[in-house]
């Protein structure tokens, strides 16, 4: 096996919704940390993983923000450009994301961490996406140390149960043996929701990969259902449903707009 910057993380997620009703859930997962400069080399290497073609665990460029470019860290870079950082002093682009499981993805949150030649870090990307496939980049250029910080209005449809005149608060550590996220939901000052991803680095080899596929079954297709379950719980609880068509005038910087705040219809 070559000896990769790229890792697996196991992780523990935790959701703690505060208002206007109390629910609270935990779950284990993975997450892979990949050095996108390694993707074909990984590829070439492992069994278990693939780029842009079927394996068991595989990354597909076109899975995350498309810009002007086929390859994700060239389209990374040009995202942040647009953000106002000098997208020229990048060397390494770092991904922390799901891998499709047996072709299927969906992946509500990944970042990506950019580091200067000197190993520095410049600034971070937090890339959202939605259950209508819409995605949309949140550029933490803040940090101190090894911590970034952003609070910013979300401008985008994430859960139905809340409003859109939201913030993301995200604070985001650089991942090393551990890893500490968070991103929290705020209403004016006071936090709503607390969300929480925790974890512990691992090699990225054949047999991690296998032992995650038996420890963490369908990781993906099991994700987007826990998102439905807890769904239909908070409608169960009597939450107010925000529909996704009420406010496109706060949807904004949305890749892949769905029909209903898109300009062009299909």
């Known amino acids: 096996m070559v000896n990769a910057a790229s890792a697996i993380y196991e992780c523990e997620v935790m959701h703690h919704r505060l208002k206007p009703k109390v629910h609270r859930f935990s779950y284990r ?23 842009n073609r079927w394996a068991l665990f595989s990354f597909y460029d076109e899975d995350h923000i498309v810009r002007d470019a086929k390859e994700t860290k060239a389209n990374v870079l040009q995202t942040i ?56 980049p949140y ?38 043996e551990h890893l500490e996220i968070h991103v929290d939901d705020r209403e004016g000052g006071e936090r709503v929701m607390l969300t929480s991803l925790t974890g512990h680095r691992r090699p990225l080899t054949d047999s991690a990969l296998l032992a995650c596929a038996f420890k963490y079954p369908l990781l993906t297709l099991r994700v987007i ?3 439905h379950w807890h769904a239909l719980r908070l409608w169960m609880k009597g939450l107010r449903v925000h529909r996704k068509a009420d406010q496109p005038d706060l949807q904004r910087g949305v890749f892949r707009p769905h029909r209903s705040i898109s300009p062009i219809k299909p």
Request: hydrophobic share 40%; with cysteine; charged share 20%.
């Open 81 to 136: 450009q647009e953000a106002g950082v000098d997208a020229s002093i990048i060397a390494k682009v770092k991904l922390l994301t799901f891998p499709r499981v047996m072709g299927y993805i969906f992946n509500p949150v990944c970042f990506y961490y950019c580091y200067d030649a000197q190993g520095q870090p410049v600034c971070s990307v937090a890339e959202v996406t939605n259950t209508f496939h819409e995605q949309k």
């Open 225 to 227: 259902f826990l998102i």
């Open 29 to 51: 997962l993975f997450y892979l940390w990949l050095d996108l400069d390694e993707l074909d080399e990984l590829s070439n290497h492992l069994r278990f993983f693939k780029r």
């Open 139 to 176: 550029v933490l250029t803040r940090h101190e140390g090894d911590r970034f910080r952003l609070t910013t209005p979300k401008h985008f449809y994430v859960s139905p149960f809340f409003g859109l005149e939201l913030n993301f608060d995200f604070k985001l550590r650089l991942p090393t």
